[in-house]
């Protein structure tokens, strides 16, 4: 079955450090690039940024350089995203969403179900 | 606040047809594909619609997507209760580089 499992929701403290999993499944892994997306309480759908699979290559949107970090695991199929220095602004779920193009443009077509980071003191 | 302008809702009895539109310019939809998706609560989305227009294989043929310029629309004809979720459309941008999501639409079987 082709799938993203991602990990569980996460309570952390403003400044510390979280790290949402991402596992594919059913699928060669390095074939897709993976990207994240974030939607915080009542706000739309951001595009936080994509790894390449196969050099583990990422790429950052603006706005989410500095304190975000995307890796892989390929032993283990599992795509990464880290926050440090969490802040309250950083309170979202946290989606990881396969890179599938499509007639040679740009295309999601599979998601995992989201992580919600909770930032409070 | 969306790049993508979606109504926020839509709605229609049993049987019914519904259409969804989501409005871009011309570094996004005007220059790129649309997917469209379903979200259920709790759920992961759901590909309906990439490249505009076409379904993957298990999306029923109720399901129908077109694009025109900047815009996009998603038409869900035969309504069934089980279509009552949130739709949103995504598509590349070329100045931001990056993707960029419609707001969502709710769509309520009456």
């Known amino acids: 079955q082709v799938q993203l499992v991602q990990s569980e929701s996460e309570l952390k403290k403003p400044g510390a450090s979280v790290k949402v999993s991402c596992k594919a499944s059913?699928?060669?892994?390095?074939?897709?690039?993976m990207n994240w997306v974030r939607q915080a309480p009542g706000q739309g759908l951001e595009w936080v940024g994509w790894?390449?699979?196969?050099?583990?290559?990422?790429t950052y949107a603006q706005g989410f350089t500095g304190r975000f970090v995307l890796s892989l695991d390929t032993s283990v199929t599992t795509a990464y995203l880290q926050i440090n220095s969490l802040e309250a602004d950083d309170t979202a779920v946290y989606y990881c969403?396969?890179?599938?193009?499509?007639?040679?443009?740009?295309?999601?077509?599979?998601w995992g179900r989201g992580t919600l980071v909770t930032v409070s003191s | 606040q969306s790049l993508l302008t979606q109504p926020p809702s839509a709605s229609g009895t049993p049987g019914q047809r519904v259409s969804i539109s989501c409005s871009g310019s011309?570094?996004?939809?005007?220059?790129?594909?649309v997917n469209w998706f379903q979200r259920l609560p709790g759920a992961a989305p759901k590909l309906l619609i990439y490249?505009?227009?076409h379904r993957p294989s298990g999306v029923p043929d109720r399901f129908s997507g077109s694009k025109s310029g900047t815009s996009a629309s998603l038409a869900i004809s035969g309504l069934r209760s089980e279509d009552e979720a949130d739709y949103f459309c995504?598509?590349?941008?070329?100045?931001?580089?990056?993707?960029?999501f419609g707001g969502g639409s709710k769509v309520t079987v009456l």
């Open positions: 969403a396969r890179e599938r193009p499509s007639y040679g443009f740009p295309s999601i077509d599979l």
């Open positions: 059913g699928y060669a892994f390095t074939t897709y690039a």
């Open positions: 790894i390449n699979t196969i050099t583990g290559n990422p």
């Open positions: 011309s570094s996004n939809i005007g220059s790129n594909a």
């Open positions: 490249s505009n227009s």
């Open positions: 995504a598509t590349w941008d070329d100045s931001l580089n990056g993707y960029i």
